[in-house]
């Protein structure tokens, strides 16, 4: 696969969400990355049951899980918290697994962008985490400030982060350096070229 864009970064945070019944995650120093996932973390596996995010599927279909990580971007968290007039979003409160640094437009990085690690871990982009309403309750319960819920999803809208599966089992720490590749790009439109589907 070519490769367009060569970029580093920072891990700032490392993360797990253990609790199932609860979005929030907690830091840890570091963690094994397994090809289900981050170990301990209620989203890895193999497979998960389709939801509202696969409607093209029944309810509780098995389905391959492209959403065993979830990244975020010190700087867009920056970003989304001057937005909604608060002093800080922690990326606890996002139910993130990674929080990172200095990767330019980190939401904006295309599917198959691959992420490589020190140890050897690689993660594979699978698309942007368009938000949801819960980071947003989270985030008005942390300041007691009603209507926070509200304000999250537009000042959230492509600078949520990312969803990413494990290509390369390895461990993930924090303060590691992370390389960044991005593929090469094509636009798809099927009416480029004058075809048409009929169907």
């Known amino acids: ?18 609790d199932p019944e609860s979005l929030v995650s907690s830091r840890r120093t570091q963690v094994h990355v397994t090809l289900d996932g981050f ?8 497979t998960h049951p389709s939801d509202g995010r696969t409607p093209q599927y029944p309810p509780g279909t098995e389905i391959r899980n492209s959403r065993q990580v979830s990244i975020v971007s010190a700087e ?51 698309n942007e985490n368009r938000p949801c309403i819960y980071p947003g309750k989270i985030i008005q319960n942390q300041y007691s400030h009603p209507g926070l819920d509200e304000l999250f999803i537009p000042a ?31 636009i798809y439109d099927p009416f480029e070229r004058g075809e048409r589907n009929e169907h």
């Open 156 to 186: 959230a809208l492509h600078r949520r982060g990312l969803v990413a599966c494990v290509e390369r089992a390895g461990m993930i720490s924090e303060g590691d350096e992370v390389r960044v590749e991005t593929p090469e790009q094509t």
């Open 39 to 46: 170990e301990g973390d209620k989203h890895s596996g193999m």
């Open 1 to 18: 696969m070519a490769i367009r864009y060569k970029l580093s970064g920072k891990v700032m945070a490392v993360l797990v969400a253990s």
């Open 76 to 126: 867009e968290l920056s970003q989304i918290s001057t937005a909604m007039g608060i002093p800080e979003i922690l990326p606890e409160w996002m139910g993130a697994n990674l929080l990172l640094s200095q990767v330019p437009g980190l939401t904006h990085l295309p599917p198959r962008t691959r992420l490589f690690f020190s140890s050897g871990a690689v993660l594979l982009v699978e």
